[in-house]
């Protein structure tokens, strides 16, 4: 079992609908990353959350927009998408620090499609 | 810039072979961490196993194996006695500090599809 749990599972919604995705880490790690993934494609970043400060926009567009309520929590909140926004979207952890090996943790994905 | 490599789509494996999924990488930094993830149809990325570029030996985690040739920049993954369930995507991913002035972020390769047969 995955120990980022990401909901929910699959999410089907308008394009002018508001949806959030959310995430939660108990691995007492204080990154937090989204990634977008196409079909067939590697993960791409979208945003950082280091101690609970966004440290990194990847010019992700307004109607994607991150909250970090706590240490453990991670969301995306969704509004007016576009049909290409459909793909799906991980969540992932990790320890902070300027280490790199600290293997980030995912979890297993909400599958956006935008109708 | 920092840029991971993976030159092969698809491959294809016999069940109970070994099996190697080639990965360069091209980086100015001289630390930076080395990882394969394995991320089956349902979605979830599997870390694997991970390589510090100054690691002197190559890392192993049970059937997994990284071939670590830093001279060449290749990072290289064996998979040992393939099962069925090893069929899936794998991504080649690095990690440098203080990559543009902060932690590194995860920059992947495009992947490797690998399908075991029965």
């Known amino acids: 079992d995955t120990e980022v749990t990401q909901t929910p599972k699959h999410l089907v919604m308008g394009m002018t609908n508001k949806k959030s995705l959310k995430c939660e880490q108990h691995?007492?790690?204080?990154?937090m990353y989204w990634y977008k993934q196409k079909a067939k494609k590697p993960p791409e970043l979208m945003f950082v959350?280091?101690?609970?400060?966004?440290?990194i926009n990847e010019s992700v567009p307004s109607r994607f927009s991150p909250e970090c309520p706590n240490s453990s929590l991670l969301n995306l909140h969704l509004h007016a998408l576009q049909p290409e926004d459909s793909a799906l979207y991980l969540c992932a952890s990790s320890h902070f620090g300027g280490i790199n090996n600290s293997p980030l943790h995912f979890g297993n994905g909400t599958r956006l499609t935008v109708t | 810039a920092q840029k991971i490599t993976q030159t092969q789509p698809g491959m294809f494996v016999q069940e109970k072979e070994a099996v190697t999924l080639d990965c360069t990488y091209d980086t100015s930094d001289q630390s930076y961490g080395l990882f394969w993830y394995k991320q089956p149809s349902s979605g979830e990325m599997i870390f694997l196993i991970y390589q510090g570029s100054y690691d002197e030996q190559n890392a192993t985690e049970g059937r997994y194996s990284l071939n670590f040739q830093k001279a060449r920049k290749s990072a290289n993954l064996v998979i040992s006695a393939s099962q069925l369930g090893d069929s899936a995507m794998y991504f080649c991913a690095m990690r440098a500090v203080n990559y543009g002035g902060s932690q590194g972020n995860l920059i992947f390769g495009k992947g490797t599809k690998l399908s075991v047969k029965p």
């Open positions: 691995m007492g790690h204080r990154a």
């Open positions: 959350y280091s101690y609970e400060k966004l440290s």
